[in-house]
């Protein structure tokens, strides 16, 4: 069974970065329920949820993806983009260190979030934008190619992260809501959804998609196209910039 990296949100949560929206007030206790929904949401399909001690003093703590890639049998570990989410590290390296995984840094001057990396089979997709710079990028290159990865930077400028703009199916089709994507050339094969959270899919296997609420006509497409959606509200964490994909690292 597959592990899943969680880490439970922060007190604070309200006080997260906000970057391309306007600022909105976050519920933190309907926060840690719609947490536990997407916790229990993985659980239910066959990821074990491992828990990364909580961070209270980051109010971004919760989006763990962005503290690291992991490929094959390596994690390489973020320098993050944003100064005040860099202590969010650390213990998240601990746990993937448990699990087995051998470990790599970017170091100064590099940065990079995990939201940033888009992995399609041997391609990885790393989003050059507000947090990954392309000192990042070189040494993310150098970490992932040695082990067979096609290391692609694509350029992010419209939103936070690459990821918040796009992800991929399980067949390999690249998904965004295209007013967002800086270029969508860069992706083939590139599918248009319709709504800005419908870009944002977490595989679960055998055709699932794990999505966000806040997208219904993208959930009714990916029916459509074949796929069965399971819808979680994350309302509190888009209102930070956050999507499904940010909640968790697969393992
Ligand atoms: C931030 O600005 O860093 C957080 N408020 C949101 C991070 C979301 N992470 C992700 O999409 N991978």
């Known amino acids: ?10 007190p604070r949560l309200a006080e997260g970065l906000v970057t391309h929206i306007e600022r909105k007030p976050v519920d933190a206790d309907l926060a840690v329920r719609q947490w536990h929904q997407y916790v229990d949401t993985l659980a239910q399909h066959g990821w074990i949820p491992v828990e990364v001690p909580p961070i209270d003093e980051c ?3 919760v989006f763990i993806e962005d503290t690291m890639v992991v490929y094959g049998d390596l994690a390489v570990i973020a320098r993050a983009g944003a100064n005040e989410r860099r202590p969010e ?19 100064e001057p590099g940065t990079f979030d995990g939201g940033d990396i888009l992995k399609v089979g041997k391609t990885v997709y790393v989003g050059l934008g507000g947090r ?16 067979g990865a096609d290391v692609r930077a694509v350029p992010v400028q419209k939103v936070l992260h690459l990821k918040s703009a ?9 998904i965004g809501y295209e007013p967002l994507v800086d270029d969508p050339t860069a992706f083939d094969p590139f599918r248009a959804v319709p709504e800005e959270a419908g870009s944002h899919v977490v ?3 055998e055709d699932r998609l794990l999505m966000a609420a806040s997208a219904p006509k993208s959930a009714e497409l990916f029916t459509q196209w074949g796929y069965t959606p399971v819808v979680v509200d994350i309302s509190e964490f888009e209102k930070i910039e956050g999507c499904v994909t940010c909640l968790s690292v697969r393992l």
């Open 89 to 107: 590290a650390a213990a998240a390296e601990q746990a993937v260190r448990d699990q087995g995984y051998r470990i790599a840094h970017v170091t």
């Open 203 to 205: 595989l679960l296997g």
């Open 166 to 174: 796009v992800t991929a199916l399980p067949d390999g089709t690249v």
């Open 132 to 147: 990954t710079n392309a000192e990042g990028i070189r040494q993310l290159t150098e970490a992932l190619g040695s082990l």
């Open 1 to 10: 069974m597959p592990n899943a990296l969680v880490r439970r949100p922060s």
């Open 59 to 61: 109010p971004d703590g």
